[in-house]
């Protein structure tokens, strides 16, 4: 029987790993949500291309994002993010904060939502992972946003373990944390003002020293966490523990 995953921010970085390491395996049937337009075509495959904050393009996709069929194993990533405005309270933007929780924080919730309305009766192995970060637990100078998103993603994910311990519907909820990774987002960290981030010296160092971690090394962990899910307790993770 076939497993079905669901990544989100598939079309580079962490989520295009894990496309394309999950569909070296035939039996994996993998559906990508991203924005971009993406480029594989293998049988295996359903590119999605749509922005996860048009929440009225999501509601009416949520058929084709969840289908209705027999799985042995069913998985959500919620990987797509933004690290929003870096610059201090003060000079903040309504839109762009809006933007950034819409992203992180509205749209895996309403997936999640989605998921269980769809699958909590399904008789397969069901786990969603929703990609945090380390900044939902320390409090960064121009990352207020961010941080903020990550630490309500987090709680979200833990309310959602709580509830399905009740209601016994076998779901097992992550909110993984996957270390300093190569990826766009970084350049943009690298990108922003030392006036509104003091720490921009010690991010351009982690670049120019190889010491960040490749999107395959992250989707390796994740994957990792996936598929050994009984073997890490507690819903908060980070792949530099493991």
Same mark, same amino acid.
């Given at each position: 029987? $076939?497993?079905?995953?669901? !990544?989100?921010?598939?079309?580079?970085?962490?989520? &295009?790993?894990?496309?394309?390491?999950?569909?070296?395996?035939?039996?994996?049937?993998v559906i990508g949500i991203a924005r971009s337009e993406q480029m594989l075509?293998?049988?295996?495959?359903?590119?999605?291309?749509?922005?996860?904050?048009?929440? =009225?393009?999501? =509601? /009416?996709?949520?058929?084709?994002?969840?289908?209705?069929? /027999? *799985?042995?194993? !069913?998985?959500?990533?919620n990987n797509a993010g933004w690290i929003g405005p870096i610059r201090h309270?003060?000079?903040?933007?309504?839109?762009?904060?809006?933007?950034?929780?819409?992203?992180?924080?509205?749209?895996?919730?309403?997936?999640?939502?989605?998921?269980?309305? *769809? *699958?909590?009766?399904?008789?397969?192995? $069901?786990?969603?992972?929703?990609?945090?970060?380390? @900044?939902?637990? &320390? @409090?960064?100078?121009?990352?207020?946003?961010?941080?903020?998103? $990550?630490?309500?993603?987090?709680?979200?994910? +833990?309310?959602?373990?709580? +509830?399905? =311990?009740?209601?016994?519907?076998?779901?097992?909820?992550?909110?993984?944390?996957?270390?300093?990774?190569?990826? =766009?987002?970084?350049?943009? !960290?690298?990108?922003? #003002?030392?006036? /509104?981030?003091?720490?921009?010296?010690?991010?351009?160092?982690?670049?120019?020293?190889?010491?960040? #971690? #490749?999107?395959? +090394?992250?989707? /390796?962990?994740?994957?990792?966490? !996936?598929?050994?899910?009984?073997?890490? +307790?507690?819903?908060?993770?980070?792949v530099r523990e493991f």
């Open positions: 029987m $076939k497993s079905l995953y669901i !990544i989100t921010g598939s079309s580079k970085g962490i989520g &295009k790993a894990l496309v394309d390491a999950l569909l070296e395996n035939p039996d994996n049937e075509h293998k049988e295996n495959f359903t590119p999605l291309n749509f922005d996860l904050s048009d929440f =009225d393009l999501l =509601d /009416e996709n949520l058929f084709r994002i969840f289908p209705e069929a /027999e *799985y042995s194993k !069913i998985v959500l990533v309270v003060g000079k903040l933007k309504l839109e762009e904060i809006k933007m950034l929780f819409d992203l992180n924080v509205v749209a895996p919730m309403f997936l999640m939502d989605a998921f269980v309305k *769809y *699958y909590a009766s399904a008789n397969a192995e $069901k786990t969603v992972v929703n990609i945090s970060s380390g @900044a939902a637990k &320390k @409090a960064i100078d121009g990352w207020a946003g961010y941080s903020s998103s $990550k630490a309500a993603l987090n709680m979200m994910t +833990e309310a959602a373990q709580v +509830e399905a =311990d009740l209601n016994g519907t076998g779901i097992r909820y992550f909110a993984l944390a996957p270390g300093v990774v190569d990826t =766009d987002m970084q350049g943009d !960290i690298r990108g922003a #003002s030392e006036k /509104e981030f003091s720490n921009l010296d010690k991010f351009e160092k982690l670049k120019s020293n190889n010491q960040l #971690s #490749s999107p395959q +090394e992250a989707a /390796e962990k994740i994957l990792y966490l !996936i598929n050994h899910r009984d073997k890490f +307790e507690g819903v908060l993770q980070d």
